[in-house]
């Protein structure tokens, strides 16, 4: 997660998490001088969803799944994360708001010492359940929305999906729940992008959290809709001009982008752009220090029948399951020939990855993408959107130490 | 001496909803051992293989695809809810090392 307001208008409010791509949601600082030692965990607690959503990476269904894990198997998983020091969860789907358990796995996290935060879609959130997640620890709530009434409701497969959601947030802000939106960016709601912001804004929402398409789950089946890498460009490019209009004016937005670290290289071509050398380096600074992409190292999903994955949009690939080893054991494999090479990638990244200049902020973007475009886990990134001529020259400031 | 271990027999939930989850098991080169590396979601056994060349064509001389519900699992973690003690009959006798 690449926090744009902080960045380039140096607000990193409380809560940010530049450090954790599913998690906009954590306490820990946004910048440290360690890296994060544990991942973030996603876990998906059902299969369920009350919503068909177009660009699911989870491939839900309106039915739950055979074997999915029972209460007291997610509280043994709980027990499991919190002694292995997992600093977060974030409870997601599916819709994790169709487990009548999500209460009390909220809670026996929070318990355990685990930080719990939820992504959801919004629309079974009532005023009740806000505050019963509220008293139960909740910390941090993303809810889903992918435009404007018309365009989201189409996306999401159901009519109203949008108002409802709406009524979600504003249960959230009124229980007092830190509230932010997602929006998963593809050429279908580019258009809707700013209005979306203004409006939640007046509702009340000042955090807002954009993600690109990952290629897994049914997101692999609309990457026809992919925003073309010129276009990205131009999304990210007004992301960056709004942020900076929003904080212009007094209002403190914080703005985020997760899943596409092309994106870190680009905040820096733009801070050179409109503030200069030393702006850009502090920019490369907070990033280098952020670690770029984080699949594999610091983030992990745990999907509702057990399997481990090394990003929640990976779910073809599990690298064990909960049931048969510890969450810990799993992670800690280094016989595991790809995790190994995915957390070495920097020495097996091939193409304009390996020859780039942010090689090091980003670490080669999505190798989930990459995979799906070339069939190649370490080949480039299909939808970096960065020009040769940007990638190709070292920033002058990158190796001088200072 | 040490202790013999208690296992439990993992149960035989699903591993996929929709698909079948195949166990990938991979040898570097001819002479190195076989080890387990992950599995794969996929529809059928053609597709777990092009799956798993696309994962490991880069180093592995063999790959082993087994499905995951033909694998019967015995371990000393029991988070699985079915898991179910395991008692074999060993004689009496601790084992021991030197
Ligand atoms: S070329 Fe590769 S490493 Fe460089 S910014 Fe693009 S995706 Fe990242």
């Known amino acids: 997660m690449i926090s744009i307001s902080k960045l380039l208008c140096d607000v990193g409010a409380e809560g940010d998490g530049l450090r954790y791509d599913a ?11 360690e890296k994060q030692r544990r991942p973030v965990v996603v876990w998906n607690l059902t299969k369920q969803c009350n919503l068909y959503c177009a660009h699911c990476y989870a491939a839900a269904d ?35 708001l169709v487990r009548d358990d999500l209460t009390e796995l909220v809670e026996y996290a929070a318990e355990s010492g685990i930080r719990p935060v939820l992504s959801t879609n919004g629309t079974l959130v009532t005023p009740e359940k806000a505050r019963e997640l509220r008293d139960a ?7 889903s ?13 159901k009519d109203g999906a949008f108002d409802a959601a709406l009524r979600g947030i504003r249960a959230f802000l009124d ?13 279908r709601n580019a258009p809707d992008l700013r209005d979306v912001v203004d409006l939640l804004y007046e509702e009340g929402v000042n955090r807002f959290c954009f993600y690109h398409l990952d290629y897994g789950g049914r997101g692999a089946d609309i990457s026809n809709v992919d925003l073309t890498p010129g276009e990205k460009r131009k999304a990210v490019r007004r992301l960056c001009d709004m942020t900076r209009e929003y904080h212009d004016r007094g209002h403190d937005i914080e703005t985020l982008l997760v899943g596409n670290y092309a994106d870190a290289g ?12 030393d702006a850009a380096k502090r920019v490369y600074d907070y990033l280098e220090q952020n670690g770029g992409d984080p699949t594999g190292e610091r983030i992990a999903d745990v999907d509702y029948q057990g399997n481990v994955h090394m990003t929640q949009f990976w779910q073809g690939y599990s690298l064990g399951n909960v049931r048969d080893r510890s969450f810990g054991d799993i992670w800690d494999d280094q016989t595991n020939p790809l995790l190994d090479r995915v957390r070495a990638r920097d020495d097996y990244l091939t193409g304009r990855c390996a020859e780039c200049c942010y090689r090091d902020i980003c670490r080669g973007g999505s190798r989930l993408r990459a995979l799906s475009a070339h069939d190649d886990p370490f080949a480039p990134d299909p939808q970096c959107y960065l020009h040769d001529d940007e990638i190709g020259i070292a920033p002058s400031f990158e190796a001088s130490g200072d | 001496m040490v202790e013999k271990p208690q296992r439990f027999r993992v149960g035989d939930k699903p591993r996929d909803a929709v698909e079948t989850e195949w166990e990938v098991f991979v040898r570097d080169e001819d002479d ?56 074999i009959e060993t004689g009496g006798e601790d084992r021991s090392f030197e």
């Open chain 1, 62 to 96: 309106t039915e739950t799944a055979d074997g999915e894990l029972s209460t007291s198997e997610g509280k043994r998983l709980l027990d499991d994360l919190a002694s292995y020091g997992i600093p977060v969860v974030l409870f997601s789907g599916g819709e994790p």
């Open chain 1, 137 to 143: 620890g909740l910390q941090y709530a993303g809810i």
């Open chain 1, 266 to 277: 680009f905040l820096v071509e733009y801070a050179r752009e409109h503030e200069g050398r």
């Open chain 1, 145 to 157: 929305v992918d435009g404007l009434r018309g365009r989201n409701d189409d996306f999401r497969g």
């Open chain 2, 32 to 87: 190195s051992p076989l080890r387990h590396a992950g599995g794969i979601t996929a529809p059928s056994l053609e597709i777990a293989y092009e799956q798993a060349t696309k994962l490991f064509a880069w180093y592995a001389v063999d790959i082993w695809l087994c499905p995951a519900d033909g694998v019967a699992r015995f371990s000393t973690h029991d988070l699985d809810d079915d898991a179910e003690p395991v008692r």
């Open chain 1, 23 to 33: 998690a906009s949601e954590t306490s820990k600082p946004q910048i440290t001088e």
């Open chain 1, 175 to 187: 229980a007092d729940v830190k509230t932010g939106l997602r929006y998963t960016i593809t050429e």
